[in-house]
């Protein structure tokens, strides 16, 4: 019977009110980051008509992509852990720092957030289509999704260092960097992969864009390389930081 207990304690320690808080957070905040970001390809087109050639249109978004990454983990992090990305969730559960069901709650939050900017943008932006990440025609779909795999463990890794309680309270220079270090991988990547590192923006604007072709590179990639970077920081640079001590969802939802 403990078995089921615990998965029954797991489920009720995921629909607290402070559960409930951290959704909601993480639903406005991942609304935000995909409103700004998937706004902001939109914005290049307008202006840039012939967007996909002109190195401006890549800096806009990396520009966009780290501007609104800090902003919205400024805003969340002492309410939901600040995820704002389905990858970074999945590697709290694998390294054991959420239970599965939170994970799960948050992941319905992040995606119905990240269909709901791109609904919105559909609506408001008159006779212009939803952008959607997209792979050049030099990179293949394994070869894409190993890319986003990388970014999306460089930019884990540095969410991991920037919430390790040993470096003091989580401040704004933490959440820059990760905003830097998102921006720094949209130019690094974009004109190959998108440089997305977020399972829900991808979802999000292929959803409105009604077109699902190589989703799975912007999947399979993020969440392998993601709860690999969890597992190397967790286990083997920093072995003896317990699980339960990194700030976050443990002190927002109340896990």
Known sequence: MAPSFTVTSRFHDSITRNALRSYLSEFISTFFFVFVVIGSGMSSRKLMPDASLNPSNLVV???????????????????????????????????????????????????????????????????????????????????????????????????????????????????????????????????????????????????????FRNQAVYWVGPLIGASLAGLLYDNALFPSLPTDSIRGVSEGAGV
């Open 61 to 211: 978004l990396a520009i966009a992509n780290a501007f609104a990454l800090s902003s919205v983990l400024y805003s969340a992090w002492d309410i939901s852990g600040g995820h704002v990305n389905p990858a970074v969730t999945f590697a709290m559960a694998v390294g054991g720092h959420i239970s599965v069901p939170t994970a799960l709650f948050y992941w319905v939050s992040q995606l119905i957030a990240s269909v709901m900017a791109c609904l919105v943008l559909r609506v408001i932006v008159v006779g212009m289509h939803v952008p959607t990440y997209t792979i050049a025609e030099e990179m293949t779909g394994f070869g894409a999704s190993v890319l986003e795999g990388i970014l999306t463990f460089i930019l884990v890794y540095t969410v991991y260092a920037a919430r390790d309680p040993r470096r003091g309270p989580m401040s704004s220079t933490g959440t820059l960097a990760v905003g830097l270090i998102a921006g720094a991988n949209v130019l690094a990547a974009g004109p190959f992969s998108g440089g997305s590192m977020n399972p829900a923006c991808a979802f999000g604007s292929a959803a409105i864009a009604g077109s």
